[in-house]
């Protein structure tokens, strides 16, 4: 790849439901007119949701499912990123790997002989949800705290939803990095400043940041249920739970009681992520949901349904599955 040199290349880190794809929807539309961009994206589950939202006649846009980048890095993340590379000669890429994805093995990736004179690594942005920095499940995960760690750029999203005690506790946090940030700011609706995609990565923090970190182990199971139009696959990694399902598009929902059940999963089940792009009864939707939010958005219509949810608490995969077909409206021959 040497007749592609120095392509500004940026990650956008954050842990599950923290804004990182809301983000890079508002960087694409503000993006300069003409620039070429490529996205690569990962995900924990192995139905690409992101990749979906990110769609866009802007940008070209390479999803990598399934674990994350540390793990899948080594072959199937640099296939990926050299095809997109070749393909669209980009003028800037810009990486988004799962919020479960420990970012030191991707950025020594990114450094390494190969990729050092074709890539030029700038700022690692790191958003993350400050009401989290109030519970120990959250501080005490290892990779939750790496990629506050490795980023030079933080930022406390969803700043509408803070309260006084959230505010000061992000504050009081910032206060006690060894190394700081270049730049730390509370934003609402993820709303990042393209300038900042600029800003250099301080490469003194992946050295300040062990070499080693806690393996995590992937344990992936596919089935089919009953029909070719319709199949889930369950993952689990980082104590962390997933269940993602790709359903034909002749295949349609009705929205109340889907989104009924999903909001109750959310609430009872304390499930960390809901996402997905369904077909609804005149047209699709998308959902996102975290712990804390809803959103349910009209979008183009796809080539597939698909839905994951993810959760810390273990996910009765039989139950879930009989609650999504009860949701079903119709289908198309």
């Keep these: 790849m040497s007749s592609f040199n120095n392509i500004p290349t940026n990650i956008i880190s954050g842990f599950l ?117 109030s519970e120990p499940r959250y501080l005490q995960h290892e990779t939750f705290m790496s990629q506050i760690a490795m980023a030079d750029v933080l930022i406390a999203n969803k700043l509408d939803q803070y309260t006084e005690k959230d505010r000061n506790v992000f504050y009081q946090f910032v206060n006690s990095f060894d190394r700081p940030k270049t730049h730390i700011q509370m934003l609402q609706y993820a709303k990042i400043n393209i300038e900042w995609l600029d800003i250099n990565h301080d490469q003194q923090r992946d050295a300040n940041l062990s070499n080693t970190h806690n393996a995590h182990s992937h344990s992936d199971n596919s089935a089919t249920t009953g029909d070719a139009c319709w199949q889930f696959i369950e993952g689990h990694a980082d104590g962390y739970n997933s269940i993602s399902w790709q359903i034909n598009n002749s295949v349609a929902f009705n929205q109340q009681g889907l989104i009924s059940w999903l909001t109750s999963l959310r609430q009872e089940s304390k499930v960390d992520r809901i996402k997905g792009v369904l077909r609804i009864e005149h047209g699709w939707i998308s959902i996102n949901m975290t712990e804390h939010e809803s959103e349910v958005l009209t979008v183009e219509s796809s080539k597939d349904n698909i839905l994951e949810i993810i959760s810390f608490t273990h996910l009765l995969a039989e139950k879930l599955e009989v609650k999504l077909r009860s949701c079903c409206l119709s289908s198309r021959d």
């Design 17 to 133: 439901g923290a804004g990182k794809t809301t983000a890079i929807q508002y960087l694409i539309k503000h993006k300069p007119p003409g620039e070429s961009w490529a996205i690569v994206v990962n995900e924990f589950g192995q139905i690409g949701v992101d990749g979906k939202l990110l769609q866009s006649d802007a940008v070209a846009v390479k999803e990598i499912p399934g674990g994350c980048l540390c793990c899948v890095a080594s072959q199937s993340f640099s296939v990926g990123l050299n095809q997109i590379i070749k393909q669209y000669s980009p003028q800037r890429i810009i990486i988004e790997p799962t919020g479960l994805g420990h970012p030191k093995k991707l950025i020594d990736t990114l450094n390494n002989e190969y990729y050092k004179p074709v890539l030029d690594l700038k700022a690692v942005i790191n958003l993350l949800d400050a009401r989290h920095l």
